[in-house]
């Protein structure tokens, strides 16, 4: 709310965009593709990316990237690949990249799973469940489900993916 709020605001001033590179980075909550496209739009195109983490623990658990909003885009549209991605959902879940020294996974309720043992966190977390709803899929996953939908994309990054559908 309170990106849209500063683009928002920055618009009924004149501010002038065109004289500024500014992009965005969000996090701690969802937002829909719809949303991203509204603030690029009234920003100059200005992108926004979002991370996710957690700071009771410690962990920045993964990040948005082009290949990341490509395919949520995608999924966004289509709603068999979405299904073939993340199952039955009813939103469009965020997508990050996650890098490998973190281990995630989801459990049977489909709360992920994070073990952490970074020699500079301030504590190792060992199997810490959030409470957050998702999944994660592997590289292989992304570019087998994108490649049976005829889409080809090059993902630039090998880490795997974490998908989050809620967060507690």
């Given at each position: 709310?309170f990106i849209?709020?500063l683009v928002?605001?920055?618009?009924s001033?004149k501010f002038n965009?065109?004289?500024?590179k500014?992009?965005?980075?969000a996090g701690?909550?969802?937002f829909?593709?719809?949303w991203?496209?509204y603030?690029?739009?009234?920003?100059?195109?200005?992108k926004?990316?979002?991370?996710?983490?957690?700071s009771d623990?410690?962990?920045?658990?993964g990040?948005?990237n082009?290949?990341?909003i490509?395919?949520?885009?995608l999924?966004?549209?289509?709603?068999?690949l979405?299904?073939d991605?993340f199952?039955?959902?009813n939103?469009?879940p965020?997508?990050f990249?996650?890098?490998?020294?973190l281990y995630?996974y989801a459990?049977?309720?489909?709360?992920?799973?994070?073990?952490?043992?970074?020699p500079?966190?301030a504590?190792?977390?060992?199997k810490y469940?959030?409470q957050?709803?998702?999944?994660?899929?592997?590289h292989?996953q992304i570019?087998?489900?994108?490649k049976?939908?005829g889409?080809?994309?090059k993902?630039?990054s090998p880490l795997?993916f974490?998908?989050?559908m809620?967060?507690?």
């Amino acid at each position: 709310p309170f990106i849209k709020e500063l683009v928002d605001f920055a618009n009924s001033n004149k501010f002038n965009w065109k004289k500024h590179k500014i992009n965005f980075i969000a996090g701690g909550e969802d937002f829909p593709e719809s949303w991203r496209d509204y603030i690029s739009k009234n920003s100059n195109n200005a992108k926004t990316v979002s991370g996710f983490g957690a700071s009771d623990i410690g962990i920045l658990g993964g990040i948005e990237n082009n290949d990341t909003i490509f395919i949520r885009k995608l999924a966004d549209k289509n709603h068999q690949l979405k299904k073939d991605l993340f199952g039955k959902v009813n939103e469009t879940p965020m997508l990050f990249q996650y890098p490998t020294n973190l281990y995630v996974y989801a459990n049977k309720k489909q709360e992920l799973i994070f073990t952490s043992i970074l020699p500079e966190t301030a504590q190792p977390v060992i199997k810490y469940n959030l409470q957050d709803i998702g999944g994660t899929l592997t590289h292989e996953q992304i570019n087998k489900t994108l490649k049976k939908h005829g889409i080809i994309h090059k993902i630039h990054s090998p880490l795997p993916f974490m998908y989050v559908m809620g967060r507690k």
